[in-house]
């Protein structure tokens, strides 16, 4: 696979539209999302099916590496919402992990370290379903080894595999390894991450206990987006390009 050691525009997948506010987008749309100059955002919705069709449509209009952006789900139990993970590896649910470019992640790290930002390096695991507690996340951890968990990076990988591009994730902690997240949030959102209210209170009123979880899911999410942003900030072309190209 080719180092990332040239300017490029770089494709970037994203979930949810939250997390496309994040790289800057006032009004992010499901689908194609034009970002500041050398990005291409596309938000795909969640999983990796709509994240791979989203990595090929990236491919398809140019882009010459591709990034995976947006939140995580803590597995090892140092880590604590709004920590940033950029892996050295992303794990398939198969057990078998590939390597993200290392020159472009050593270009990051190095830029965000001028800003103070420290990333976390480790293992990124994709499954298929959300995490629901520290009982489940804690299994994965011990099989994985993993420090963390998303639902769309390896799919990513995989398609930039594929046609021989850079690839890299940036992923912000949301819940952290002994955290319950509410099925209510989970089963009340669409693929985007836009409410569904009626979904949402029916689980409410199903279980009310869930409604103690919810003030400290926001601060949870608003801490991982406050991250995602000082990333942005501190390396505006996520240091895709090299210095000697600038």
């Not at 970002?35 to 069709?53: K, N």
């Amino acid at each position: 696979m080719p180092q990332a050691g040239f300017v490029g525009r770089v494709g970037i997948v994203v979930a949810l539209l939250s997390e496309a506010k994040a790289l800057g987008l006032r009004a992010p749309k499901p689908g194609l999302n034009e970002g500041r100059p050398g990005l291409l955002i596309h938000v795909s919705g969640i999983g990796e099916t709509a994240a791979a069709m989203a990595a090929e449509v990236l491919v398809d209009r140019g882009c010459q590496a591709l990034l995976s952006f947006g939140t995580a789900g803590g597995l090892a139990a140092a880590l604590e919402s709004g920590d940033v993970v950029v892996p050295s590896q992303v794990m398939f649910m198969d057990g078998h992990y590939v390597d993200t470019d290392h020159a472009w992640r050593a270009r990051l790290v190095a830029a965000c370290a001028q800003a103070d930002i420290a990333l976390v390096d480790g293992r990124l695991l994709t499954t298929r379903q959300t995490l629901l507690n520290a009982g489940i996340k804690y299994l994965a951890h011990t099989q994985s080894q993993a420090v963390a968990v998303d639902q769309e990076s390896s799919a990513i990988a995989d398609v930039a595999a594929a046609h021989g591009l850079p690839f890299l994730a940036v992923r912000a902690i949301v819940d952290d390894a002994e955290a319950t997240l509410p099925l209510a949030v989970i089963d009340g959102v669409d693929a985007y991450g836009r409410p569904k209210a009626a979904a949402m209170i029916g689980g409410l009123l199903k279980a009310p206990w869930q409604i103690m979880k919810l003030p400290g899911l926001a601060s949870s999410f608003a801490a991982a987006e406050r991250s995602l942003r000082a990333v942005c900030a501190a390396a505006p072309d996520f240091a895709f390009a090299t210095e000697s190209a600038r």
